[in-house]
Each structure stands twice: as C-alpha cells, then as structure tokens.
C-alpha cells in the first residue's frame, strides 16, 4: 500500500495533476473524443487517483484508447489536465512491464489504413522520451 502511495505521488508529479483541484463538472469527459471506448472516463481517473484506487487505472483499457489529443486539458476550468494524468499512469505500465513492451518491428506490423493519423501522431510523441 505504501509503494502504491509512493508511485501516485509520482505519477501526480510528474503530471502536474492536483485531484484536489477537480470541481467534478465533467467537461474534459464531455469534450473526450475517445470517449465511448473508455472504461474509465477523463473526470474518473482524477477522481481514481484522489482516492489511491492505482490498480484500477493501471489495468484500465483507457491507458490505450485514450488519443492523446488533451482536449480534456484545454476544456478543464480548474488545470487539473486529466489527459496528462493518463499519459503518467500509462508511462508507468509501460516502465515497470519492462522488457516485455513492444519492440519497433511489432508496432510496424500493426500500422494498417485504417489506423488514425491521429494515433500515430500521438503515440510517436509519447513514445519519443
Ligand atoms: S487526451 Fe485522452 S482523455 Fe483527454 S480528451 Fe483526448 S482522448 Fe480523451
Ligand atoms: S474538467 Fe477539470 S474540474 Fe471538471 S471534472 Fe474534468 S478534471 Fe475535474
């Protein structure tokens, strides 16, 4: 429990999220693009965090199907910038699975037509760290 504690304090670090901040009024899930293929809506992982609930978000399809697009940051009245929450669970995941991410030439093999632009644009500018 209190590793769980350490890595939110990160993950809001290296965020820039205060949950404390949220006013709860929905409007960067409104505004959210992916919404329908989230299980855990934008306003809910700030709400998930506030709370300590980690595990939840850590196995949540939200982490990739979320576009990156942050107009859930551009729509937030209060700066709680839930989209870059997201993004500091996600690079999470990613670092404690280690060696059994992806390698380049199974991404490529995944690339078809019908992958957004958008997609790639994002994932190409998360992934370049
Ligand atoms: S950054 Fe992600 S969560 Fe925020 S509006 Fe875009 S798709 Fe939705
Ligand atoms: S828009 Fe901002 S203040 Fe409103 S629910 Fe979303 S994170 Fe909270």
Redesign the pocket.
């Known amino acids: 429990m209190s590793s769980n504690i350490e890595t939110i304090n990160i993950i809001k670090e290296i965020s820039g999220v205060n949950p404390l ?9 409104a505004s959210c693009m992916a919404y329908d293929e989230m299980d855990i809506k ?2 809910q992982f ?1 709400s998930y965090i506030e709370r300590g609930d980690l595990e939840s978000l850590m196995l949540s399809e939200s982490l990739y199907k979320c576009l990156g697009c942050f107009a ?1 940051v551009e ?8 989209g870059k929450l997201i993004d500091a669970v996600r690079q999470t995941v990613i670092r404690q699975r280690g060696a059994e991410g992806m390698t380049t030439e199974e991404i490529r093999q995944l690339i078809t037509q019908e992958v957004p632009q958008q997609l790639l644009v994002s994932a190409f500018r998360r992934n370049r760290r």
């Open positions: 901040r949220c006013m709860k009024c929905g409007k960067c899930t934008p306003h700030v859930c729509r937030c009245p209060r700066n709680v910038q839930p």
